[in-house]
């Protein structure tokens, strides 16, 4: 759901100011990630003429902070939450937990 968004968002121009992904894991992997989804087809024909083209422009529009949503403010860095908070108009959460087994106390 989370790349569906971002797409649609990055298609719509709504990526004026840098968009701020909180991730699990090192941002520049997930980033890498992101960047060969085959969500961002579209994306790719429309923005560039090559992969790094394509990848030159995302990176000017998306930020990713690692993030843990367990952790005490977030997990973040100290000048993190200012830094991600900064110009922010909207938030959108649509992170979960991936353990597919975890006590239901736990999941909610």
């Known amino acids: 759901l989370g790349k569906i968004l971002l ?3 990055l298609w719509e121009g709504l990526g004026a100011r840098p968009l701020r992904l909180l991730a699990r894991g090192e941002p520049s992997e ?3 990630q992101l960047l060969v989804s085959p969500v961002f087809d579209r994306l790719r024909k429309r923005c560039a003429a ?3 083209d394509f990848r ?3 990176l000017e529009r ?3 902070f690692c993030c843990d949503l367990e952790a005490e403010d977030l997990g973040l860095q100290s ?8 110009s922010v108009d909207i938030i ?3 992170a979960a937990r991936v353990s597919w ?4 106390d736990l999941a909610l």
């Open 7 to 9: 797409e649609r968002l």
């Open 30 to 32: 997930r980033l890498s």
């Open 50 to 52: 090559s992969n790094d």
């Open 56 to 58: 030159a422009w995302f």
């Open 62 to 64: 998306v930020t990713c």
């Open 79 to 86: 000048d993190g939450p200012q830094e991600m908070l900064r």
């Open 92 to 94: 959108m959460h649509s």
């Open 101 to 104: 087994d975890e006590r239901l």
